[in-house]
């Protein structure tokens, strides 16, 4: 996290959003279907610029999650990022088998831009603004800020969810040597 502690969110428009959702799907098209990824070339420092991201696949209609992948740091340009992040949620989520090309028209993909991580204290975190990351010990976990939102979670709830993803008791958040980190994103998907 060094060198990120204070890089917000790239400041995104309504094109660059648009234009990385089709990137993200004609990545999954291509790298699914001929084995590369497509050409994508941009002058936009916004679209450059490195950010932690998180792309999330979903069952068109049913909102079924069917694969989500990212990551907590910015190590690459926020294309590569999504790129990356695209082609990792259709085939290295453990959860689920791999996505086919078959199945491709059927998923919508949404995509999270991730603030960097700070450590945060349990009393801090608001439910639908924040992400939590817990890490104790080998064991780790992140939920996004959606996802407590999506299944009506209330604080403790978020709280102990994100501690059963990192396989610790639900409870684990209160243990001295936890570690909480909070992040903000920013959220877009296809309309369905």
């Not at 059963?164 to 001295?176: H, I, M, N, T, Y």
Request: aromatic letters at 6%; one cysteine or more.
């Amino acid at each position: 996290m060094e060198g990120t502690a204070h890089r917000p969110v790239p400041r995104l428009t309504a094109e660059d959003k648009r234009k990385l959702l089709q990137l993200a799907r004609d990545t999954l098209v291509q790298y699914l279907g001929e084995g590369r990824l497509p050409e994508f070339v941009t002058d936009s420092a916004t679209l450059l610029e490195p950010c932690a991201t998180f792309v999330t696949l979903r069952r068109r209609g049913s909102g079924e999650l069917r694969g989500c992948r990212g990551e907590c740091q910015a190590r690459q340009p926020l294309v590569e990022a999504v790129m990356n992040m695209a082609i990792a949620a259709a085939t290295d989520d453990s959860r689920f088998p791999p996505v086919t090309l078959d199945e491709v028209p059927d998923l919508e993909i949404e995509i999270s831009a991730l603030t960097p991580l700070r450590p945060i204290r349990a009393e801090e975190v608001e439910v639908g603004r924040h992400g939590v990351m817990i890490i104790k010990g080998f064991s780790s976990g992140l939920l996004l800020p959606e996802v407590p939102v999506r299944y009506g979670w209330d604080h403790g709830e978020f709280l102990g969810w994100v501690c059963r993803k990192a396989g610790l008791p639900e409870d684990a958040w209160q243990a001295e040597d936890s570690q909480l980190l909070g992040f903000e994103a920013e959220v877009w998907g296809e309309e369905t």
